[in-house]
């Protein structure tokens, strides 16, 4: 498909797990985000992409959380020892370069429970 | 820090009618992009009008248009003739021209367009 693709669309997981989510986003965007939304929220940034590094992990709320993007297409974004917590939506978005629009994923509903 | 406030959770508008989504920005920035975007129920953001913070003109998009008030940090949202389909979330967001370009959003404001 043409636009950034995100899997799985939902997982739910129990308290303590590990998990994995993936973006696949559109091809040739050297610049990936990701965004968590909690219920009722707005997006809040996590971590961005500029080819295979993470040029910005400001957003990240701790050590349990950690995103890749080895060939700097396709990134996983980690979550060790899940909390409740963290359940919420997990959106990723990809632009051609960092200042072009931001094209999102449908994300993945992420549920701990 | 750069902050986005949207103090209407809920609007309703019949079809047809005109409506105006509210959002109020901080910052301390001179140069930053601000948008507006739409959420429907299938998760997917999908970006309605951008406004540079350099440009006095105010940004439209067919039925879309936004008024931007740069020394009042406002940024409102009118949706012109509204249809059915524009019911959905509407979220502000702001983008500051530095190294990450990283989106900072809103709350969000639920849009229901009734028939």
């Known amino acids: 498909g043409a636009g950034v693709s995100q899997t799985p669309s939902n997982k739910v997981t129990e308290k303590g797990k590990y998990v994995e989510l993936r973006c696949d986003p559109i091809?040739?965007?050297?610049?990936l985000y990701w965004y968590r939304q909690s219920l009722g929220q707005g997006p809040e940034f996590l971590i961005y992409f500029q080819g295979t590094g993470a040029a910005d992990d400001s957003g990240l709320p701790n050590d349990r959380f950690f995103a890749v993007r080895p060939e700097g297409s396709v990134s996983t974004l980690k979550i060790q020892r899940t909390e409740r917590g963290d359940s919420a939506v997990y959106l990723c978005a990809s632009s051609l370069q960092r200042e072009g629009e931001q094209f999102f994923g449908p994300g993945t509903r992420l549920t701990v429970l | 820090a750069q902050t986005v406030t949207q103090s209407q959770p809920e609007m309703s508008v019949q079809e047809a009618e005109t409506v105006t989504l509210s959002c109020t920005y901080d910052t301390s920035e001179s140069n930053y992009y601000l948008f507006w975007y739409k959420q429907p129920p299938s998760r997917q953001m999908i970006l309605v009008i951008r406004q540079e913070a350099y440009k006095q003109q105010n940004a439209t998009e067919n039925r879309f248009s936004v008024n931007f008030q740069k020394a009042a940090k406002s940024f409102s949202l009118k949706i012109s003739d509204s249809q059915l389909g524009d019911t959905a979330m509407y979220f502000c967001?702001?983008?500051?021209?530095?190294?990450?370009?990283?989106?900072?959003f809103g709350s969000g404001t639920r849009l229901l367009v009734r028939p």
């Open positions: 967001a702001f983008r500051m021209m530095d190294s990450s370009y990283k989106l900072i």
């Open positions: 091809s040739g965007h050297t610049a």
